[in-house]
């Protein structure tokens, strides 16, 4: 087994950090989200994320404190977030990234008119709302010259043992998948988690912004026993 | 700008974006109070009222409303140092 050293994602990992975001939102696909419902080239959608994860707020998918990253000789390799949602009364992780988005999106674009109000109805039957107090999980990625080294399920059971010290009492893990990305699919499905709700488009357009038409929230539900495995 | 009138042109806002009136608004409204306030139709409504009122919301500002009284009193005190 390589000696891939897991830890803390910090500030200086922040560019390392926006390409995963951007290999994990895109999901195997062509489709960045950001490029297509916001107008934002690839370099552009880097530098807002940049911008946004500096911003330091927690409990969302665009925080630097929800981040795993793992290493190997002194370079990052793979990441993931998780966080609690809604942790200590905190807002929905769901309105931390509108916020964060729309509030950087003007700081560094400020001309930049984005007509969000037709795409809104391509992708409203695509967003899930997120269970307060489960754990949240978010933007898996390890880069493809270390696939096929369990590195997944590690992050996952560190992520899990991370949590367990931080809220105890967590009974439920969630994570959204688009229904095309199978090799996703497959690791949570090997990490206990089970697809509990399909989410689905039945608009053709939809595809031509998002990776798939159709999205998954998988579950795992948690005793004691298997906060840690 | 009446507080009465801000609260008016944010609800137009509101009705504009989500495409239905089917909602209340008062002080304690909330977003998932009213059907499709959803993060993408937030970042819209926040963008539009940023625009009509002419003001720029600080992300500190954004992060601490919790309901529509709370959005009226920003704009308010927006409003008043311009």
């Known amino acids: ?229 | 700008m009446t507080r009465e009138q801000i609260k008016l042109a944010i609800t137009n806002i509101i009705v504009s974006i989500l495409k239905h009136d089917n909602f209340e608004v008062n002080d304690e409204t909330t977003a998932s109070d009213i059907e499709g306030w959803n993060s993408l139709t937030h970042m819209m409504i926040i963008n539009e009222i940023e625009v009509n009122f002419k003001v720029t919301f600080k992300l500190k500002e954004l992060n601490k409303l919790n309901c529509i009284g709370d959005l009226i009193s920003l704009v308010q005190l927006k409003l008043e140092k311009s």
């Open chain 1, 1 to 229: 087994m390589e000696n891939y050293i897991i830890r803390n994602a910090t500030e200086s990992d922040v560019s390392f950090l926006s390409e995963l975001i951007i290999e994990a939102e895109k999901s195997n696909t062509d489709k960045l989200s950001f490029s297509t419902l916001l107008h934002l080239t690839e370099t552009e959608t880097k530098n807002l994320i940049i911008s946004i994860l500096k911003e330091d707020i927690d409990c969302c998918e665009f925080s630097i404190s929800s981040f795993l990253v793992a290493e190997i000789n002194g370079e990052a390799i793979a990441g993931f977030a998780a966080w609690i949602e809604s942790f200590e009364n905190e807002k929905p992780s769901s309105f931390l990234k509108a916020n964060l988005i729309s509030f950087t999106l003007n700081k560094l674009f400020h001309n930049h008119k984005v007509n969000l109000f037709q795409k809104s109805d391509l992708i409203k039957d695509l967003i899930i709302q997120r269970d307060p107090l489960a754990l949240q999980f978010e933007y898996l990625y390890v880069s493809e010259k270390h696939r096929g080294k369990q590195l997944s399920s590690k992050l996952i059971k560190t992520i899990e043992e991370k949590y367990k010290l931080i809220y105890p009492n967590f009974k439920k893990a969630q994570v959204q998948v688009f229904a095309n990305n199978i090799g996703a699919i497959n690791i949570y499905k090997k990490n206990g988690f089970e697809i509990v709700k399909s989410y689905k488009s039945n608009n053709i357009e939809t595809i031509n912004y998002v990776p798939f038409n159709e999205k998954f929230l998988m579950e795992k539900n948690y005793t004691d026993d298997k906060r840690t495995n």
